[in-house]
Structure formats: C-alpha cells, structure tokens
C-alpha cells in the first residue's frame, strides 16, 4: 500500500474517531463537525509524522524520476537536432 493511501486513510480515521467522541456531546452537528476536524488535524501532526514522511519521501522520488526522465529526454532530443539533419519546410 502507497504511503499517500496508508496517510489518507489514517487522516479519515483520526477524524472518524474524533468525531464519534464528540457525538455524545451535545453541540450543534456543524460545530462538532469543525471541532472534529481541527483536533484531528492536530493530531494528525503528531501522530502520523511517520507517514507523513514516508508521503513526503516517495512524492521526492517519484518528482526526481520525473525530473530524470525529463532531461534524459530533452538531451535525446537535442542530440537528435545536433545531428546535422536539418528538419524540412
């Protein structure tokens, strides 16, 4: 399972929790609902430091493939005008 699923998942589950806590205090459900979400985001950033940098890690390596592949393109590309062919009109 990728990373981004792993910390999605845990997200929506954090805030799952948070909000089935909170059901049983009466409150408006808009309110209980914004409450939910800030202290899930807050615990989010503690509790899931360890996947949020496993995200973070596999986002950099998928971004410098693309970087990679990018130039390896790009030089195939231009070796290919440096051929001395010259393109027709």
């Given at each position: 399972?990728?990373?981004a699923v792993k910390y999605t998942l845990g997200r929506i589950g954090l805030f799952v929790a948070v909000l089935a806590a909170l059901w049983l205090v009466e409150m408006n459900t808009f309110?209980?609902?914004m409450v939910?979400?800030?202290f899930s985001a807050a615990l989010s950033f503690f509790l899931l430091k360890g996947w949020r940098d496993e995200m973070a890690e596999e986002m950099?390596?998928?971004a410098e493939r693309?970087?990679?592949e990018k130039?390896?393109?790009r030089s195939a590309l231009a070796g290919e005008d440096q051929g001395g062919e010259t393109p027709p009109n």
């Open positions: 399972m990728s990373a309110i209980k609902l939910a979400l800030a950099a390596t998928a693309r970087r990679a130039e390896r393109l």
